[in-house]
């Protein structure tokens, strides 16, 4: 049975730094990786997909990498901004179709 | 392109009654997956439909139920509500299942 952790659960930074979120799963035989943002009673917000054969997906400030065989994936934020405080959750979609989430990381942006 | 709406976005019944929220999914899209989300659990994926089909089922009571009408239109249903059925419900929708998912606000039920 897949099981998704991610920590620390929160995580304050001073603006400006570059940071480094972890999602962790424990079946390795996925077939991808998503990464979500958050907003406090809000949706989730789709940030990056990588799929299986995948090794990693960059979108503007943000690069995501997967592996596999560590059952490991990280989100990683440049430079970061006030704006980007929010929860950012990973899921890993079985081959079996279903779709595990972890339970977020709440990420703080210190002005 | 119009993203997923659901409605309503806010809702109080009480205890005993039954709630019926719906999901529009993003046009072309046919699979929608429905989730709850509480502080103490987080996301728990509830079903999934494709093409008018559950595919999938969480672990939920029988008192969770959905359909999906054939514009892909999706329903999900809790009858005999709990004051734990308070949650926020956020429906998703993909072109395939297991595609990258894309959320609706959520409807946020509360039981009092």
């Known amino acids: 049975k897949q099981e998704v952790t991610q920590i620390p659960a929160a995580l304050s930074v001073p603006e400006g730094e570059n940071l480094v979120l972890n999602c962790s799963f424990t079946d390795s035989a996925i077939y991808n990786l998503q990464w979500f943002r958050q907003d406090p009673g809000k949706g989730l917000t789709s940030l990056l997909l990588i799929q299986s054969s995948q090794r990693e997906q960059t979108s503007g400030r943000l690069n995501a990498s997967l592996d596999k065989s560590s059952g490991r994936s990280t989100l990683y934020i440049a430079a970061s901004q006030p704006g980007d405080s929010a929860t950012y959750l990973c899921a890993a979609a079985n081959r079996d179709d279903k779709i595990i989430f972890g339970k977020g990381t709440r990420l703080h942006i210190l002005p | 392109k119009a993203g997923v709406t659901q409605t309503p976005r806010y809702l109080i019944k009480t205890r005993g009654q039954q709630v019926t929220l719906s999901c529009s999914p993003i046009s072309g899209h046919r699979s929608v997956s429905w989730y709850q989300q509480t502080p103490g659990q987080g996301l728990q994926f509830l079903f999934e439909?494709?093409?008018?089909?559950?595919?999938n089922k969480g672990n939920f009571p029988g008192r969770f139920s959905g359909r999906q009408f054939s514009n892909s239109r999706s329903e999900m249903n809790v009858s005999t509500l709990e004051l734990g059925d308070s949650a926020l419900y956020l429906c998703?929708?993909?072109?395939?299942?297991?595609?990258?998912?894309?959320f609706g606000p959520g409807t946020r039920l509360t039981v009092t």
């Open positions: 998703a929708s993909s072109f395939l299942d297991a595609y990258e998912q894309y």
């Open positions: 439909y494709f093409s008018e089909t559950q595919r």
